[in-house]
């Protein structure tokens, strides 16, 4: 639509009276800056603009792999919109309805069944229950496959967390995101960041881990692409034999439970809470939990009941504390645990600046910004009404170099957020968390 005006302010046919009586040069110099107060708007609402965030659905069918592409319209801030659009059919679906009710086909001909719309917009919130500003390369809690007999020979997409039962799916697919070259660096720069430390417990919780000689269970809370996960690998010492990795609810004090390791090697249910903020987290805590069964219980507290009992709170160290004191007990290992990080010494911006910091830096920068633009409008604007005024050909033309000089000026604006991220891709340093 903003194109559309700025074509229809610059067309050859476009009267203005003040324009017919200063002449030619003068309608120029008047378009020139017609374009710089509507690129100032642009400039300050470009970030609202709808986001087309594309995934592919992938199945293996037992003969071949379907392949099918679902588009999701995310508002920054607000939400996914009411629809979502179908690549194979080419068409565009409300959500709505109820569960066993096709909302559309898939693959070209088969029933599509999705969840509601609260149920997918959960994949599209942020470690602060807010919305995201940008399409996140993984949908957590969100599942794809075959349904159950009620969906016949259809597939399903929805809540894992929610739709676990004889109505969820059966068989798994793929969800994979579609990038395209109009990514946004802020699409791009969601990279993991560790939070807190690793903390370490054996698989059977009846021992502090260094000191059980079976496998022990590492976990790592983390963000990524702006969604809370947890990590645990099952290691003995060094040697790590399986690891699994889980997407969190936000809101903070929840939990999710994981059999992961019940299933596969006779260890304890987990239940996992929620943390809070990534760049205070107070250390982590086991402790059993007496719940439909004995659950090992991991957070930031045992002392309420639906937790567990302090009198069960085990002792836990960090990984590299864990291999230390796993050496002296039964034997040296090599190689080390690898380091988080990026850059010249392996920091990111958060590490160096943290959230408040970060956020007042932001609003430095777009205040400066803003007010850049705003001056650079008003001086071409003082240096343009008395020449018109006067109707001098000298001040018309010193007016019109002076336009076209904050012209430049507010376009340096526009791109200093893109200009100063490549420079600190080049010299390796993370800038996400202030642009």
Do not use: W
Request: proline content about 4%.
């Amino acid at each position: 639509m903003a194109i559309k005006v700025i074509i229809f302010l610059l067309n050859k046919n476009f009267k203005c009276n003040i324009l017919n009586i200063v002449g030619e040069d003068m309608k120029n110099i008047f378009k020139l800056l017609i374009l710089i107060v509507i690129s100032l708007f642009l400039y300050i609402d470009v970030d609202a603009q709808t986001k087309e965030c594309t995934y592919e659905l992938g199945y293996n069918n037992g003969s071949t792999t379907l392949k099918d592409q679902i588009t999701f319209y995310l508002e920054p801030g607000v939400g996914i919109k009411d629809e979502f659009y179908m690549k194979s059919t080419n068409t565009k679906t409300k959500f709505g309805g109820a569960m066993a009710i096709p909302k559309g086909k898939i693959y070209t001909d088969k029933p599509f069944y999705i969840g509601d719309k609260q149920e997918i917009l959960n994949a599209f919130y942020d470690s602060n229950n807010k919305v995201v500003s940008s399409c996140p390369s993984s949908l957590p809690f969100i599942v794809f496959g075959t349904g159950t007999a009620i969906f016949e020979d259809g597939y399903i997409l929805c809540n894992g967390n929610y739709h676990s039962g004889p109505e969820g799916v059966i068989i798994q697919g793929t969800i994979t995101q579609v990038k395209s070259d109009t990514d946004t660096d802020e699409d791009k720069n969601n990279q993991r960041k560790n939070c807190g430390k690793s903390f370490v417990f054996s698989l059977n919780s009846t021992n502090d881990a260094s000191e059980y000689k079976g496998y022990s269970l590492i976990g790592q809370y983390y963000l990524e692409n702006n969604t809370k996960y947890i990590e645990i690998k099952l290691k003995k010492g060094q040697e790590e034999r399986d690891s699994t990795t889980h997407a969190l609810v936000p809101t903070v004090g929840s939990t999710l439970e994981i059999d992961y390791f019940q299933k596969k090697y006779g260890g304890l249910p987990l239940k996992v809470e929620t943390f809070d903020n990534c760049d205070n987290m107070p250390p982590t805590k086991t402790c059993e939990v007496l719940d439909s069964t004995t659950k090992l219980f991991i957070g930031s507290d045992c002392t309420n009941d639906a937790n567990g009992d302090p009198d069960t709170e085990k002792n836990t160290e960090t990984g590299e504390e864990y291999e230390n004191k796993y050496e002296n007990n039964y034997g040296p290992f090599e190689g080390n645990m690898p380091a988080p990080g990026f850059g010249e010494n392996g920091d990111l911006c958060s590490d160096i600046l943290n959230e408040n910091l970060s956020k007042l830096v932001k609003l430095c920068i777009t205040i400066l910004r803003i007010a850049g633009a705003v001056i650079a409008v008003v001086n071409g604007m003082i240096a343009l009404i008395p020449a018109v005024v006067s109707k001098n050909p000298d001040a018309l033309k010193k007016a019109g170099h002076k336009c076209m000089l904050m012209g430049v000026i507010l376009l340096v604006i526009g791109v200093f957020p893109t200009l100063l991220r490549a420079i600190a891709k080049i010299f390796g340093y993370d800038v996400s968390c202030i642009f």
